[in-house]
Structure formats: structure tokens, C-alpha cells
Nanobody, 124 residues
């Protein structure tokens, strides 16, 4: 049975930092690409950052480049470090395991497993 669990969401002020954690059981991030997505109220879920199975390929949404960093420490744990947070970063953040090592299009349709989400709220 596969389980993906995020943690680390919080209420912070603009300019502050957070670290989100993702722990997977029943699958390995060494076998599949993983990513962080977010969904703000009234908006569609969007990819924030993705990392390939071997860590060699990484991408970021333009809106977070230079502020967010994705990483994997072992086959079951991944992080999203978020610096200089802005009010527009407010959203539910989801950890996701893709259905391949590095999908050409890293969209929600290629996600095999989702976490339950962790809320990030940034006040101005």
C-alpha cells in the first residue's frame, strides 16, 4: 500500500521561510520522479517544482524560481525549501509521485500518487 504524507505547512509572514517535508511508503523516489504542486482557493492545481528519479533533472515554476529549492535525501524523503515567501504563495501544497522517472510533461495527469496536502498561508 502506497502512502505519501506531507508536513511543514504553517502561517508565516511575507519574507519568511518554510520547509515542507514529504515521506513516502510503499514506493521509492529513486524509481519515480516526484514533485510539489499547489492549489490556491478557486484556482487549478499547478506544478511548483519537480525532480527526476535520480535527482539530475529539476524544474521550477517561473513564479518560484530563485526562492524555492526541491531536494531528495533518500528513497523515501523529499523536501521543498521555500524562502522569501509571498502572499501569492498561499495555497495547499501537495507532494506527488509521478508514473515514470521523468515525464516529458509534468502535469497532474501524470501523477500516480498524491499526498493529502499541507496548508501554507503567507500574510502580508
Amino acid at each position: 500500500q502506497v502512502k505519501v504524507v506531507e508536513s511543514g505547512g504553517d502561517l508565516v509572514q511575507a519574507g519568511e521561510s518554510l520547509r515542507l517535508s514529504c515521506t513516502a511508503s510503499g514506493l521509492s523516489f529513486d524509481d519515480y520522479a516526484m514533485g510539489w504542486f499547489r492549489q490556491a482557493a478557486g484556482k487549478e492545481r499547478e506544478a511548483v517544482s519537480c525532480i527526476s528519479y535520480d535527482g539530475r533533472d529539476i524544474d521550477y515554476a517561473d513564479s518560484v524560481k530563485g526562492r524555492f529549492t526541491i531536494s531528495k535525501t533518500d528513497r523515501n524523503t523529499a523536501y521543498l525549501i521555500m524562502n522569501n515567501l509571498k502572499p501569492e504563495d498561499t495555497a495547499m501544497y501537495y507532494c506527488a509521485a509521478f508514473d515514470s522517472m521523468w515525464p516529458i510533461v509534468r502535469s497532474t495527469s501524470r501523477v500516480r500518487h498524491w499526498g493529502q496536502g499541507t496548508q501554507v498561508t503567507v500574510s502580508s
